[in-house]
């Protein structure tokens, strides 16, 4: 009955789009893509909206239509990042809008490149290639200091792939990371975001990466979410459940899914931010676990939270002023 209700409701979105052109500025195909999941698909977790035209979600919104107090807050998030030791990337999950300052910088992403390795470990789970109740073993080898709680076990004991996948995503376990990439193989990984027309640079396990790239990550997971599967839900739920949320939560409005990672002076971070029109911010910095890093990342998200509103308001408004041809 609810794929049903899901088939009516894309044969609706795809009707609507078929019969009616707007002018505006276009948006890439992954965004349509995203934005017909999004109006046809309905969520557990997620506030039902009632769009008020295909224009609001296939179209992206102009900058010359933006109010001056949406020019003044976008100008406002980037003034954050007048300095070199920090960079960020927000993106609008629906159409596509972006926010950005030296997004295409590359840095160590440190544990950030789990969340590529978890949605691979998933998809191939999703095709009958993985069996996630497989058990691997850990052994001295894959020994890591820092987070996680499978550096206390005994070597020997063995663990699920399913186990290790939570492990990493909510409690960035260094070594179930180790012992998961010992099965994947980074190669492996590489290959299959390079066939999605994604590069993933793996100078160790972990690699680089840019906020660009962070948000990449983070669209294809949310599109893998729409998809509806137990293991794309379970993903995100436990990114909803990772480890080290105050870094970014400043209030209960929305859910939010995030992958941190923190190494010596670096600490970034990957969040899907659950609000009625969802967006992605990532943001990596070289200012270490410090108060100054907490400020920063709060501070962005407040600032992109009452911009994404604010967008949506004056987006939905300049929407309602195009009179749709009919071809």
Same mark, same amino acid.
């Not at 998933?122 to 550096?151: F, T």
């Not at 996948?165 to 960035?172: P, V």
């Not at 200012?287 to 501070?299: A, E, H, I, R, S």
């Given at each position: 009955m609810e794929i049903k209700k899901a088939l009516i409701l894309l044969f609706g979105v795809l009707f609507l789009c078929a019969c009616f052109t707007y002018k505006g500025e276009e948006v890439g195909q992954g965004s349509h893509v995203l934005a017909t999941l999004y109006k046809s698909v309905n969520h557990d977790d997620e506030r039902e909206t009632n769009t008020s035209s295909a224009c609001a979600l296939l179209s992206s919104f102009p900058e010359d239509k933006f109010s001056e107090q949406l020019k003044t807050m976008k100008v406002e998030i980037i003034d954050l990042y007048n300095t070199n030791k920090a960079a960020f990337t927000y993106e609008n999950l629906i159409d596509g809008y972006t926010i950005s300052k030296n997004g295409d910088r590359e840095d160590y992403a440190a544990?950030?490149?789990?969340?590529?390795?978890?949605?691979?470990?998933? !998809?191939?789970?999703?095709? +009958?290639? /993985?069996? /996630?109740?497989?058990? /691997?073993? #850990? %052994?001295?080898?894959?020994?890591?200091? +820092?987070? +996680?709680?499978?550096?206390?076990?005994?070597?020997?004991?063995? *663990?699920?792939?399913?186990?290790?996948?939570?492990?990493?995503?909510?409690?960035?376990?260094?070594?179930?990371?180790?012992?998961?990439?010992?099965? $994947?193989?980074? =190669?492996?990984? !590489?290959?299959?975001?390079?066939? $999605?027309?994604?590069?993933?640079?793996?100078? =160790?396990?972990?690699g680089n990466m840019s906020p660009n790239a962070g948000s990449l990550y983070a669209k294809e997971i949310y599109k893998y979410y729409l998809d509806g599967s137990y293991n794309a839900k379970k993903l995100v739920s436990d990114m909803k459940n990772s480890a080290d949320m105050d870094t970014i939560k400043f209030d209960d409005s929305y859910q939010v899914g995030h992958k941190y990672g923190s190494f010596e002076?670096?600490?970034?971070?990957?969040?899907?931010?659950?609000? %009625?029109?969802? *967006?992605?911010? &990532?943001?990596?910095?070289?200012? +270490?676990?410090?108060? #100054?890093? =907490?400020?920063?990342?709060?501070? &962005?998200?407040k600032l992109l939270q009452q911009f994404n509103n604010q967008y949506w308001i004056e987006k939905q408004n300049y929407c309602k002023t195009i009179k749709p041809s009919i071809n």
């Open positions: 544990s950030v490149n789990k969340l590529p390795a978890a949605v691979y470990a998933y !998809r191939q789970a999703d095709n +009958g290639k /993985l069996d /996630l109740n497989k058990e /691997l073993v #850990y %052994e001295p080898r894959h020994y890591h200091n +820092g987070a +996680g709680i499978v550096k206390n076990s005994a070597f020997g004991t063995k *663990y699920k792939i399913s186990e290790l996948l939570e492990y990493i995503i909510r409690y960035s376990d260094n070594a179930a990371y180790d012992i998961l990439v010992d099965e $994947l193989k980074t =190669d492996n990984i !590489r290959e299959y975001w390079i066939n $999605l027309g994604y590069d993933i640079i793996y100078n =160790d396990n972990f002076e670096h600490y970034n971070d990957v969040a899907i931010v659950f609000a %009625e029109y969802p *967006y992605s911010i &990532t943001i990596m910095s070289t200012m +270490g676990d410090t108060v #100054y890093k =907490d400020q920063l990342f709060l501070k &962005t998200h």
